[in-house]
């Protein structure tokens, strides 16, 4: 008897562990779609005193969907003479670039001892 309330209690987990599991990956697809739909995106992942990159490149003229991820600690970027302030409050914005040149993305939120180190290049093209 206890034996099939055992085997029961199994099914019944693996059943709500896949219901859970589909339900995440449906999710995660529906927001895929949803930025596909938002056009041109400009995505900052912030680590611990880096970005993931150190150049970014836009088109002038465009219109971009600009995001910042913390992956690893706590951080907030200023894109310096765009006026372009992301932070944990505010983790994205719309933003025409339409003057081309090389701007400093930077870390504004200071993170630790890593933190005046922590720069990159927006190049508007």
């Given amino acids: 008897m206890q034996k099939w309330i055992m ?3 199994f099914i019944v987990a693996c059943l709500l562990g896949a219901g859970v599991l589909f339900d995440t990956i449906s999710e995660r697809q529906a927001q895929m779609a949803s ?17 993931d990159q150190a150049e970014y490149t836009v ?3 465009e219109t971009v969907t600009v995001s910042l ?4 600690g706590m951080h907030a970027m200023e894109i ?5 302030h992301l ?5 994205s914005a719309e933003v025409k ?3 081309p040149g090389t701007y400093d993305v930077i870390c504004v939120l ?4 890593g933190h005046a180190e922590m720069k990159s290049k927006l190049i508007v093209q």
């Fill in 69 to 72: 991820n913390n992956k690893e």
């Fill in 110 to 113: 200071p993170c630790g001892p």
């Fill in 80 to 84: 310096v003479g765009l006026g372009v």
């Fill in 59 to 61: 088109k002038a003229g």
């Fill in 35 to 51: 930025e596909a739909k938002a056009g041109p995106q400009l995505k900052f992942v912030a680590s611990n005193f880096k970005f």
């Fill in 7 to 9: 085997f029961s209690l």
């Fill in 87 to 91: 932070d944990n409050n505010t983790k």
């Fill in 97 to 99: 670039f339409d003057k």
